[in-house]
């Protein structure tokens, strides 16, 4: 079997979203001296990057987003003891996200914080009718370089803007990013309240996210 | 100097686009639906037609004469007495006045009685109270009055209802453990949904308005058909309405079916088969509006799923209409210009039963 073949039979796997596929992918391509980075890069990470595309074109859902990642997350755990220490558990960057004060909305916001933590960030996800001030708490804790905001009703979108002064008032706003999404928002509200993105849907959120983070 | 029409982005905001621009729009928009939904363009003609219809000089425009369609009108009486930021007008008003007021002033071709909180689910501790309100409705109106409210299957999830949160189990990667709370919370939703509709029948109801259907996913969308088709069984001659939330049956659950098709992933023109296989003599199909795409691009890709959803329909098909959906601005009251025109299009190009 060629590179490309085994390549391929590993974005396949993940595709089908089924662990043990996933599993026999590797071995095999690790019994053809195939480097771990390039399984993971070329093989799992390709197959990852198909399954957010079906997610975006509603051939795939959240469930088969998540036995993907967690079929590739068993997949990377094969190739721990071959890569560089602490590799394969570097993360892209650290996120913190959440829905706003007010709001009880979930689903959305939920959605999105699976799909960036299945492409490789670190999420911290606050929840629903999260207090304003959580956010900042949070963003220092962890050390976040982004915050993603989310509000399903025209009554909580303010609490968007009302982050973004506190991180100015707390001198945090160079240092972090800010995603806003939900539907009332829209990319005029995110250049009236100076945030960084807005983002359409979770596939669009995880694109943005690596544009101004990677 | 090229001459430019005023439009709206998908936000509400006025652009100025020349007739170039706008064909590329609606081109765009419709090859968007045309590979998303793997259903037919529009024709030459029609692309001519909604051109025309986008670039009338007028405000606001209507249908041609002889064209007009029936209206049917969902969210309740919530529109005149609702006064929290839900678009309601807040005139205090009883729902017998509202109903009457949509009758003899609106023009409404039907009707619908619903609760504040406009759910199944909160209706039943105030059941008694909407059985009256029906009867007393019904003993006042000649339209078509039906009983009118949400699945919103999410009331059944932790911290509104008895079973976990889907949203919390997918967070902690317990997938199975989600998908069974979804099918426990699809079965008593069905449940109550079919055991409210018995009590508003006895009262005199027409008919119900599943309004919102598979807001929660395709679980939502899995009671409402159950429930559609107990009713059916139980009500031969009753009015029942399946209005969709959104364009695509999202698949929290994934694998749930009805009739042997996988809900998940249905389109509009996959939706209304399957709602009359349930029993449902009325679907309302929904497009998404794109907040970041112009008003052309919108209009041409709702015309696109909407034809193929009417074509493919075995009952009537009363399109849905209003803030965010139909190719309209995201807007709380939206605006006629985008409202007049997007409707005249449904019913001139897509030939929708109704609105």
Redesign the interface.
């Known amino acids: 079997m060629s590179k490309e073949e085994t390549f391929k039979l590993l974005s396949d796997a993940v595709v089908s979203c089924k662990k043990d596929a996933v599993v026999a992918a590797v071995e095999k391509a690790k019994s053809e001296g195939i480097e771990p980075a390039e399984i993971i890069e070329k093989g799992l990470a390709s197959g990852m990057n198909d399954v957010g595309i079906m997610f975006e074109r509603g051939k795939l859902f959240l469930p088969h987003v998540m036995m993907a990642a967690g079929a590739m997350e068993a997949g990377v755990k094969l190739l721990e003891a071959d890569m560089p220490k602490d590799a394969a558990k570097k993360k892209l960057a650290v996120i913190v996200n959440g829905t706003v004060e007010g709001d009880v909305h979930d689903i959305g916001k939920s959605i999105v914080s699976t799909m960036l933590q299945s492409s490789g960030f670190e999420v911290h996800d606050l929840g629903r009718d999260v207090p304003l001030q959580d956010f900042i708490d949070k963003v220092k804790e962890t050390g976040a370089s982004m915050v993603g905001m989310s509000a399903l009703m025209t009554t909580t979108l303010p609490g968007q803007r009302e982050v973004i002064e506190m991180l100015k008032e707390q001198g945090l706003r160079d240092k972090v990013k800010v995603m806003v999404g939900g539907a009332p928002a829209t990319q005029t509200w995110a250049d009236k309240i100076g945030a960084d993105c807005y983002a359409e849907n979770a596939s669009e959120a995880v694109a943005r996210a690596k544009e101004l983070l990677l | 100097m090229t001459t430019e029409h005023m439009l709206r982005?998908?936000?509400g905001?006025r652009v100025y686009l020349t007739k170039e621009q706008i064909l590329t729009d609606l081109r765009d928009g419709m090859a968007d639906a045309v590979d998303?939904g793997d259903i037919p363009e529009l024709s030459g003609d029609e692309l001519d037609k909604l051109m025309d219809i986008i670039t009338m000089p007028s405000r606001m425009v209507g249908v041609e004469a002889g064209m007009e369609v029936p209206v049917t009108h969902d969210i309740g009486t919530i529109r005149l007495d609702g006064d929290q930021?839900n678009s309601g007008v807040g005139i205090p008003s009883s729902r017998l006045v509202g109903c009457m007021v949509h009758e003899r002033a609106f023009g409404a071709d039907t009707m619908e009685l619903g609760h504040i909180d406009y759910s199944f689910k909160p209706v039943k501790p105030v059941i008694a109270q909407e059985m009256q309100t029906m009867e007393v409705c019904q003993q006042n109106m000649v339209i078509p009055l039906l009983y009118g409210a949400m699945p919103n299957m999410?009331l059944y999830y932790t911290p509104d209802g008895p079973f976990e949160?889907p949203?919390d189990l997918?967070?902690a990667?317990k997938?199975q453990e989600?998908?069974e709370s979804m099918e426990h919370a699809a079965k008593h939703l069905t449940r109550d949904m079919v055991w409210i509709m018995q009590r508003m029948m006895a009262s005199g109801s027409d008919g119900v308005n599943f309004d919102t259907t598979g807001a929660?996913?395709d679980g939502d969308m899995y009671a409402t058909l159950h429930a559609v088709e107990n009713l059916r069984k139980q009500y031969p001659e009753m009015y029942i309405e399946v209005g969709m939330a959104g364009e695509?049956v999202?698949?929290?659950?994934?694998e749930m079916t009805y009739d042997g098709t996988v809900l998940?992933?249905l389109?509009p023109h996959q939706q209304a088969p399957l709602a009359a296989k349930a029993g449902a003599n009325l679907f309302g199909p929904v497009v998404n509006t794109?907040?970041?795409k112009s008003f052309a691009w919108n209009l041409g890709r709702a015309v696109t799923f909407i034809k193929a959803a009417v074509k493919a329909s075995p009952i009537p098909c009363h399109v849905n209409m209003g803030m965010?959906v139909g190719g309209i601005p995201?807007l709380?009251t939206p605006t006629i210009d985008a409202v007049s025109r997007a409707s005249k299009a449904m019913v001139e190009i897509a030939n929708v039963d109704g609105i």
């Open positions: 982005m998908g936000d905001k998303l930021g999410g949160n949203g997918m967070k990667f997938i989600a998908r929660a996913g695509l999202l698949g929290l659950h994934g998940a992933g389109w794109n907040t970041s965010g995201m709380e």
